[in-house]
């Protein structure tokens, strides 16, 4: 089974009890993981675990304050994780319209950038749709974990 490493972005604390559900459940699935709910570039460089990006959206597309120094030392060191796997959760509200879960896709650009690999279709969590995060992120994350290699 992979090891996976969930890295939570959260405000309010949807994409934190959002992630936290994920990380039980892929235990439960027998897939080690731990959650870094304020991750670090050490925590992405210490280890080859395939790597989960949980996360709300704020303001105008942007990331949460737990998710920022990971980011800015990932743009800044640009630290190599060639074929890395990891997927993103995004969570969302579409009434903001072009920025709708704006920091998947910043955060997405930054793996991407350090060469690591997406796996699956980002999953994107719209507020307007769903009030339970986490009975609709259950089934995309096991489908998830089970693809990765």
């Known amino acids: 089974m ?9 405000v309010f ?19 080690p993981t731990s959650v870094s709910e304020n991750p670090t570039l050490e925590d992405l ?23 920022i120094p990971l980011y800015a030392a990932i743009r800044d060191t640009l ?3 060639t074929g890395r796997p990891f ?22 650009e930054a793996l991407y950038e350090i060469a690591c690999r997406k796996v699956g279709e980002t999953l994107r969590i719209d507020a307007l749709e769903t009030t339970d995060p986490e009975s609709e992120a259950l089934p995309w994350v096991l489908e998830w974990a089970n693809s990765l290699p």
């Open 45 to 67: 460089t210490s280890n080859d675990d395939a790597i989960l990006v949980c996360t709300s959206t704020t303001g105008q597309g942007e990331l949460p304050a737990p998710l």
């Open 79 to 81: 630290p190599m994780q």
């Open 87 to 108: 997927g993103v959760i995004v969570l969302g509200d579409s009434s903001y319209g072009d920025t709708f879960c704006g920091a998947g896709e910043l955060m997405e």
């Open 13 to 31: 604390g949807g994409a934190q009890l959002t992630a936290r559900a994920m990380g039980k459940a892929l235990t439960d699935a027998g897939h």
């Open 2 to 10: 992979a090891r996976i490493r969930i890295f939570v972005g959260s």
